[in-house]
């Protein structure tokens, strides 16, 4: 008798592992689905990360209200970053370092990438015990928003320059950032972080399809794009099977 | 609404709000003795880093429900001219006083309006552009929150 209650009961116990093990299964499944249906916010909680470079995003998302710094030429300046209708692209640079240098070149010969119209360009440096502003005001031509603050450097938590961080303007959260030496790679960023594939590879998306075919290819895009591969990818034209021998019929 | 100041102004600026503090630095055909006063700009949308003092080269990008504030400096001599007779700087602006004649450069569907008065012995001046007349509805109520948290003081924080 005693073992048949220790049997039954190692069955109940088997039984009970089975049943939570299959509910962690299904939640995991249904949370999947959420992100791929876009009903869980999986690109505002994850920064992206882009092709080709290193990121230094961490796990907690960044939320930003506002950027306040002064300019180099002294104007105290409060821009929003929340609750807006455009995006900010915030390209964190600095004086010194070298790699800022082609940067900051392309910058004053206004050669830059076509960035999208809903997306606002701000260079923020270091702040004035850190950066000279007459250097930076050098560096920065008069027709950039170019803000000092080293607030905003270590709220950003920012590692180094240079840094990008792109800030989705309804919510003010960082959606993503990483580094570039090259604007091309800061537009291959804000593809990423906005889910615009359009950006990349230049060409506008047929808005002549049903709208539930182009919320498909911008779920795909998005997805596409956050995993690295961009339009054009190798990985999205595998080669052709054109000859099959009879072993690999078999 | 948060708190923002420099060069002796401070006010509390709504979210989704910029707001620059701004003084022109002295330039090389200055008369001998001119002085450059601070002077503010808010909007509703985003500002060109350069701009005019009465937001030329911002306003023409307005939408009809974008709002552009200016509070010009005009220092202490100005204070003495007849202009500038109303004490304190407005706390409230009414949607009748909007006009478009009331604008530095008119533009199709904007409407301005321009107030001037004395603050603590220095000539300010409001200046407000409208997008068009759907911000009166919707921008003019938040003007009217701002305006009291803006305290401009004698001491200019920084040369």
Same mark, same amino acid.
């Given at each position: 008798?005693?073992?048949?209650?220790?049997?039954?009961?190692?069955?109940?116990?088997?039984?009970?592992?089975?049943?939570?093990?299959?509910?962690?299964?299904?939640?995991?499944?249904?949370?999947?689905?959420?992100?791929?249906?876009?009903?869980?916010?999986?690109?505002?909680?994850?920064?992206?990360?882009?092709?080709?470079?290193?990121?230094?995003?961490?796990?907690?998302?960044?939320?930003?209200?506002?950027?306040?710094?002064?300019?180099?030429?002294?104007?105290?300046?409060?821009?929003? @970053?929340?609750?807006? +209708?455009?995006? #900010?692209?915030?390209?964190?640079? !600095? %004086? $010194?370092?070298?790699?800022?240098? &082609?940067?900051?070149?392309?910058?004053?010969?206004?050669?830059?990438?076509?960035?999208?119209?809903?997306?606002?360009?701000?260079?923020?440096?270091?702040?004035?015990?850190?950066?000279?502003?007459?250097?930076?005001?050098?560096?920065?031509?008069?027709?950039?928003?170019?803000?000092?603050?080293?607030?905003?450097?270590?709220?950003?938590?920012?590692?180094?320059?240079?840094?990008?961080?792109?800030?989705?303007?309804?919510?003010?959260?960082?959606?993503?950032?990483?580094? @570039?030496?090259?604007? +091309?790679?800061? #537009?291959?960023?804000?593809?990423? !972080? %906005? $889910?615009?594939?359009?950006?990349? &590879?230049?060409?506008?998306?047929?808005?002549?399809?049903?709208?539930?075919?182009?919320?498909?290819?911008?779920?795909?895009?998005?997805?596409?794009?956050?995993?690295?591969?961009?339009?054009?990818?190798?990985?999205?034209?595998?080669?052709?099977?054109?000859?099959?021998?009879?072993?690999?019929?078999? | 609404?948060?708190?923002?100041?420099?060069?002796?102004?401070?006010?509390?600026?709504?979210?989704?709000?910029?707001?620059?503090?701004?003084?022109?630095?002295?330039?090389?055909?200055?008369?001998?003795?001119?002085?450059?006063?601070?002077?503010?700009?808010?909007?509703?949308?985003?500002?060109?880093?350069?701009?005019?003092?009465?937001?030329?080269?911002?306003?023409?990008?307005?939408?009809?429900?974008?709002?552009?504030?200016?509070?010009?400096?005009?220092?202490?001599?100005?204070?003495?001219?007849?202009?500038?007779?109303?004490?304190?700087?407005?706390?409230?602006?009414?949607?009748?006083?909007?006009?478009?004649?009331?604008?530095?450069?008119?533009?199709?569907?904007?409407?301005?309006?321009?107030?001037?008065?004395?603050?603590?012995?220095?000539?300010?001046?409001?200046?407000?552009?409208?997008?068009?007349?759907?911000?009166?509805?919707?921008?003019?109520?938040?003007?009217?929150?701002?305006?009291?948290?803006?305290?401009?003081?004698?001491?200019?924080?920084?040369?």
């Amino acid at each position: 008798m005693t073992v048949l209650i220790i049997v039954e009961v190692v069955a109940l116990l088997g039984l009970g592992l089975l049943v939570v093990s299959l509910l962690a299964s299904y939640s995991g499944l249904v949370e999947r689905v959420n992100v791929v249906e876009g009903r869980a916010p999986s690109r505002s909680n994850i920064p992206a990360q882009f092709a080709g470079v290193t990121s230094g995003a961490s796990d907690d998302v960044i939320v930003v209200e506002q950027l306040i710094g002064r300019t180099p030429s002294g104007d105290d300046v409060l821009l929003p @970053a929340s609750g807006i +209708d455009h995006d #900010l692209l915030i390209a964190f640079l !600095s %004086s $010194g370092c070298t790699s800022c240098g &082609s940067l900051w070149e392309a910058l004053r010969e206004h050669r830059l990438p076509t960035f999208p119209p809903y997306l606002r360009l701000v260079v923020v440096t270091r702040g004035e015990h850190e950066e000279s502003p007459a250097q930076i005001a050098e560096l920065a031509p008069t027709d950039l928003d170019v803000m000092m603050s080293s607030d905003v450097w270590q709220h950003f938590a920012t590692p180094g320059s240079p840094y990008f961080a792109y800030v989705e303007g309804s919510t003010g959260r960082v959606v993503g950032e990483g580094t @570039a030496l090259t604007w +091309d790679q800061v #537009l291959g960023l804000v593809a990423t !972080s %906005s $889910g615009d594939a359009a950006l990349v &590879s230049g060409v506008p998306r047929d808005q002549s399809k049903p709208s539930g075919d182009l919320r498909r290819e911008e779920d795909v895009d998005r997805i596409l794009l956050q995993a690295g591969i961009l339009p054009g990818d190798p990985s999205l034209f595998p080669e052709p099977v054109t000859e099959f021998s009879s072993e690999q019929a078999l | 609404m948060t708190f923002h100041q420099g060069l002796g102004i401070s006010l509390h600026v709504p979210r989704g709000w910029e707001a620059r503090i701004s003084r022109t630095a002295p330039q090389v055909d200055d008369h001998p003795g001119e002085q450059h006063h601070p002077y503010v700009h808010l909007a509703s949308f985003p500002l060109p880093p350069v701009r005019a003092h009465y937001g030329g080269g911002a306003v023409e990008s307005m939408r009809p429900d974008d709002a552009f504030v200016a509070i010009l400096d005009f220092g202490s001599d100005a204070a003495h001219s007849n202009l500038f007779t109303s004490r304190g700087l407005p706390r409230k602006i009414a949607r009748s006083q909007f006009s478009a004649r009331q604008l530095q450069r008119m533009l199709p569907g904007q409407l301005g309006s321009q107030q001037f008065c004395t603050v603590d012995g220095r000539g300010i001046v409001l200046y407000v552009v409208l997008g068009g007349a759907a911000a009166l509805r919707t921008k003019v109520p938040v003007i009217n929150t701002i305006l009291p948290t803006i305290s401009i003081s004698k001491e200019v924080a920084r040369p």
